[in-house]
């Protein structure tokens, strides 16, 4: 099996918090380090864990949690010393729930409008799967945690709103790079965008994940019987 580094690029955009936090936030320095060096262990295990036909899907969902949510948050309160996990520094907490629920829900006819309009033009080539596209309703969790949780909320506290909405929108548009010579591309970029300005205008988590995770299922569950009827 050959070994594809392909999530790489996502590494990328975190040069911007270590020059900016080398120059005015050195206290910082030792956090950003951490986020990092969790990017680079998700680079190197995240292609094994795709292409394996040992791992059920529970089993995937199970590790990639353990990757985006877990390894972080852990990582983090070690190098701080913190017993408590401290889930509402990453956006989970009653605080802001429903203005984040608000704007999830203002928000979300942009991004189906928007997936629906590339999918048509593209073209749909799958099947409707009610019971995948639930389950991938539940597992944007992960990515919206590490993306918009860490790369977003906590880093805002750790250098600036620029640098993190920089960061946070460039990396996870990196993810995807089978998207890079596709319309494809627009779908992370505009989801990018919608599920940052949730959590910028509500510190608060759960509406992005609820956007990210309901543009998963109308794309897999509901799309096909649009476009294919």
């Known amino acids: ?81 913190k017993k408590s996990l401290g889930f509402k520094q990453y956006g989970i907490k009653k605080e802001g729930l429903k203005k984040s629920t608000l704007w999830c829900i203002l928000f979300l006819p942009i991004m189906l409008g ?39 909320i906590f880093l805002i506290s750790r250098t600036n709103l620029k640098i993190a909405y920089i960061t946070s929108l460039v990396s996870f548009v990196l993810i995807h790079p089978q998207h890079f010579e596709t319309i494809f591309i627009i779908g992370p970029v505009v989801q990018g965008i919608l599920t940052i300005e949730i959590c910028r205008r509500s510190n608060n988590l759960i509406g992005a994940w609820l956007l990210h995770g309901a543009n998963r299922f109308f794309t897999i569950a509901i799309i096909p019987l649009l476009l294919l009827s």
């Open 1 to 81: 099996m050959d070994f594809n580094l392909f999530l790489w690029p996502m590494l990328l955009p975190m040069i911007i918090p270590i020059l900016y936090c080398t120059r005015y936030k050195k206290e910082s320095l030792a956090d950003i380090g951490v986020i990092t060096g969790v990017m680079f262990f998700i680079v190197i295990l995240y292609w094994p864990l795709l292409t394996t036909n040992f791992l059920s899907t529970h089993t995937y969902i199970t590790v990639k949690f353990l990757l985006f949510v877990i390894l972080p948050v852990i990582c983090l309160q070690i190098i701080k010393r």
């Open 114 to 152: 928007v997936t629906t309009v590339i999918h048509y033009i593209n073209g749909v080539t799958i099947e409707s799967d009610v019971l995948v596209a639930t389950v991938s309703f539940f597992e944007a969790f992960t990515e919206e945690f590490f993306f918009r949780g860490i790369l977003f």
